[in-house]
């Protein structure tokens, strides 16, 4: 069992902010790239099962305008198949439901409230489920400073 690490001795609140922590899901699950497989759209689906996953892409900052070599799996999933109606429902579980959340909205940060918000669950129960003895699918707190 992966070591449980936590970036602060302060526990989280439901004003901390989370995000999926990718560097980390890589080291500790290995199959993470099946995983996000699972969750592209079909058209995405067949182009990946042609190409391979594991293809590098360049990708330019919208901010600061920065190109950036990712992980065109990543990307693919981020910009487009996190986009399409139906990618999070009422019915989807709530650790995929979160997981889904921060890949729809470009991996930004995410205190429990907002995300709350935005799936109509508990901000409460997101909080449980975010601080508990298990990681789920890399969404960590965020490292301030």
Known sequence: ?????????????????????????????NDWRVYLQSLLCSDHQQ?????????????????????????????????HCAKVPGFITEHTAMVDAVFRLF???????????????LLGRSGDVILRMLTGARIYRGVRPVMEG
Not at 49 to 66: L, N
Not at 104 to 113: I, V, W
């Open 103 to 117: 890949l729809s909205n470009g991996n930004a940060p995410l205190t429990p409230l907002e995300m709350a918000g």
């Open 47 to 79: 182009a990946f099962a042609q190409a391979g996953s594991d293809e590098m892409v360049d990708w330019v900052d919208p901010e600061t305008a920065e190109v950036q070599r990712v992980d065109g799996l990543q990307h693919v999933l981020i910009s």
């Open 1 to 29: 069992m992966p070591d449980v690490k936590r970036f602060s001795l302060a526990k989280p609140t439901l004003q901390t902010r989370f995000r999926i922590d990718f560097d980390w899901w890589r080291q500790t699950d």
